[in-house]
């Protein structure tokens, strides 16, 4: 059966978001590995042994996959994509919005639209862009 995951990079910040998500999700960490942990760990500079090389995070019946840039480049950021978390109820989505909000950046705040009760973007703190919405 085919499957079809996000996979976010961050920038150094992959154990803390996927931590975050976490418990703010009541999901579960499946896989958190380390460069230095890898096999590979000798194909990377030694700076980067705490960086996440593959990282798995199950969101009730949902898998978001992660790791740290390990690219020469700079890292570019996230774009041109959104998570969308959907709610049945408005006080779980404000919980959300809000948590993913403190350290962020909110584009429009939760409120109704014509398309659903509540609806709102930002950007969390690890430079991931959120849609939440009460349908």
Not at 7 to 22: I, P, R, S, V, W
Not at 41 to 64: E, N, Y
Not at 91 to 103: H, Y
């Amino acid at each position: 059966m085919q499957q079809l995951f996000p996979y976010l990079l961050f920038d150094g910040t992959c154990k803390e978001a996927l931590q975050f998500y976490e418990r703010l999700f009541h999901g579960r960490i499946e896989v958190l590995s380390t460069v230095g942990e890898s096999p590979m760990a000798s194909q990377f500079p030694k700076r980067s042994a705490h960086r996440v090389i593959h990282g798995r995070l199950s969101i009730v019946g949902s898998t978001l996959m992660a790791s740290d840039w390990m690219l020469a480049a700079p890292y570019p950021g996230i774009h041109g994509v959104r998570l969308m978390l959907t709610y049945p109820h408005a006080e779980n989505a404000t919980q959300a919005f809000e948590a993913l909000a403190i350290g962020g950046r909110v584009e429009m705040p939760l409120q109704a639209t014509p398309f659903a009760r509540a609806y709102g973007t930002l950007t969390d703190r690890f430079g991931v862009p959120w849609q939440v919405m009460v349908e």
